[in-house]
């Protein structure tokens, strides 16, 4: 999508963080924003802080559920008659390590972090697809979604998920002229790191996430993280060259180039043991 004036974005998460600095994004680039967050309050928030006018709608809308992307989706018809680029962005994150953690959690992380983005696209491409004049997905994943590390399995396990459906969809819709972006950022400032306290297991969640090593750590990294505006814009640059995977951090670089030598060290152990058997 190389022009995003006079185009249509519906967005999740919008309230905050990355959310509100892409809707900010394509104001900017001349397009019209549905913004959907599950926090009312803060989404009205944001929409003042965006100056509200004609170009912004915003709707209360929980990702986890079907039927509130449905109405969603519906609402942004009803207000601007149709859509072209479909952001799913909500997102929530929690540590623990195995065996510790709530099968409540793993549900209601999947559910967020996965679904809602699967979600998005099965109501948001026929939509796109109605009118036939393209249009762009754009699904947050993260570095989590190629890296993984210790004490944050459930996260992980969800972000490598977004990571293989987008590189999917972005085979898929080629041809039916919609593009699609990943995107994978390392620290971004946000609200991400607190979003355990709306666990459905609470308190015991919350305690158990904000003492353990993993917080403590992606807190400080977080908070001195990227500007979502400056992010925001590489993505908008993204959409526009059709780029798959949005990156941001240099010193991930060499992570990612170990992380496929060794599944490539491993396939060629296989492959070669296969010899003798």
């Known amino acids: 999508m190389t022009d995003m004036n006079n185009k249509i974005a ?3 998460g919008a309230a905050s963080g990355i959310g509100l600095s892409l809707c900010k994004m394509f104001l900017e680039k001349g397009a019209k924003v549905m913004m959907a967050d599950i926090d009312e309050k803060g989404l009205l928030a944001a929409r003042e802080e965006l100056g509200g006018g004609d170009a912004i709608a915003h709707i209360v809308c929980d990702v986890a559920e079907y039927d ?3 109405a969603a989706a ?5 207000k601007f008659g149709k859509v072209h680029i ?10 623990g390590r195995p065996g510790q953690i709530y099968p409540q959690d793993w549900r209601w992380i999947n559910d967020i972090n996965m679904m809602g983005v699967a979600y998005g696209c099965e109501i948001f491409i026929p939509l796109i697809l109605s009118h036939g004049e393209g249009g762009h997905v754009v699904n947050t994943a993260s570095m989590a979604g190629h890296i993984a590390t210790v004490g944050m399995g459930p996260y992980f396990a969800t972000k490598f998920g977004v990571v293989g459906y987008s590189e999917a969809l972005f085979h898929e819709l080629k041809s039916v002229n919609i593009g699609v972006s990943c995107l994978c950022p390392t620290w971004v400032q946000s609200n991400i790191h607190n979003t355990a306290d709306k666990s459905p297991m609470g308190d015991k969640t919350r305690e158990r996430f904000k003492t353990s090593s993993s917080y403590m750590a992606v807190k400080d990294l977080i908070e001195n993280g990227m500007s979502p505006d400056r992010y925001a814009a ?5 959409i526009e060259a059709n780029r798959l995977y949005v990156f941001n951090d240099a010193s991930a670089r060499q992570s990612l180039v170990e992380r496929h030598k060794s599944v490539l060290a491993d396939y060629d152990a296989c492959l070669e043991e296969l010899k003798d058997l």
């Open 10 to 12: 519906f967005v999740t």
């Open 68 to 70: 509130s992307i449905k």
């Open 74 to 78: 519906d609402e942004t018809i009803r």
């Open 86 to 95: 479909v952001v799913n962005n909500a997102g929530v994150s929690l540590a």
């Open 234 to 238: 590489l993505c908008g640059q993204s």
